[in-house]
Structure formats: structure tokens, C-alpha cells
């Protein structure tokens, strides 16, 4: 596990599907806000779960979120679409609706660079969001993260076209705390 101050990121569980499953998949508007692909019916025990533990994989690295205080899972965290001749890859956060709130987020992107920049040895890793994403936005920019543009009318979201905006970190510029 790798510990943070408040979280630690840890291998997926066959018994956190039904958990992140429940919370992050079936509540159809925060899914549609998180992922570029379009909400389906899946249900949490039928083998294709996007919760379900996979295989290592050279292009994505999959994590559940732990409080440490609780040792509860909190959420799901990613680097994705890691590319090993560029080094550089994309991260994603989701945390559970009540473990929101808590600093986790800032404290999950903080770890996610920690494993890209060192123990990946990535050289650029990039958060693309929605622009009215706050919390993520915070959590980024709190992590050194830089916005580096916005991209107008970029993702289709529950019937509407929102923006998305860029952030990115180079290693060079990372400190971690």
C-alpha cells in the first residue's frame, strides 16, 4: 500500500466491486460526469463491473482509496492511459459520496504523482475534468498541478455539452510532500 496522510492507495478487491459499484456506478449522473463513455446497465455481480480487479496492465493502474484511519474504502484511483515512451499518463480520482469532503482528494492526487513520478518514472501526468469540477480542480492545483487550457463543449454529460479543462505536472515541478 501506498500511505499518504489520510489515505492509502492499495491493489482492488473482489469485495470493493459491490461497494464502488453501488455508490460511484449506479448513481447515473456522477458515473456520466466521471467517465467519457456512456452510462450502461451493468450490474455489480455480472463479471463486468468497471470495478472488477483486472490484470496488470502496461497503460493503466488501478487503485481503491483507504482512510487509513477507518481502514473503510473511500474511493477508486487511477493513472490511465499511461504511455512508456512519452512517460507521461492521466489520473483519475472517485471517492465515495462519504468520503467527500474529508481532504482526500487532494491527499489521493498527491500519492497518485508519488507512484507515476517514482515508481513509474512518468515525466508529465495530466488531469483532464469537467470545468465546474471544483474538488478536483483544488485537488490538482494543490499538488502543483497547472491549468493549461479549457476545452469548450468537449464532453457530453446526461444530455448537454460542458467544458473540460487540462492540468498537467511535469516531474521537474512535482515536491512531494
Known sequence: ??????????????DDVPVLHAALYEDV?????????PW??????????PYEPSPPSDTVAVFSVVDLASGELA?????WSIDAHNRSAH?????????RGRGFGADVVR???RY????????????????????MIRAATASGFTLEGTLRGAAWVCGEFLDEVVLGLLAQDWQDA
Open 1 to 14: 500500500m501506498i500511505q499518504g496522510e489520510l489515505t492509502g492507495l492499495r491493489a482492488r478487491h473482489a
Open 29 to 37: 449522473a456522477t458515473r456520466s460526469r466521471a467517465d467519457t463513455r
Open 40 to 49: 450502461r446497465p451493468v450490474g455489480a455481480k455480472s463479471g463486468h463491473s
Open 75 to 79: 474511493g477508486e484511483a487511477l493513472l
Open 91 to 99: 489520473l483519475g480520482i472517485s471517492l465515495l459520496p462519504g468520503s
Open 111 to 113: 500519492l497518485l504523482c
Open 116 to 135: 507515476g513520478f517514482s515508481v513509474r518514472g512518468m515525466h508529465r501526468l495530466q488531469v483532464d475534468t469537467l470545468a465546474d469540477n471544483a474538488a
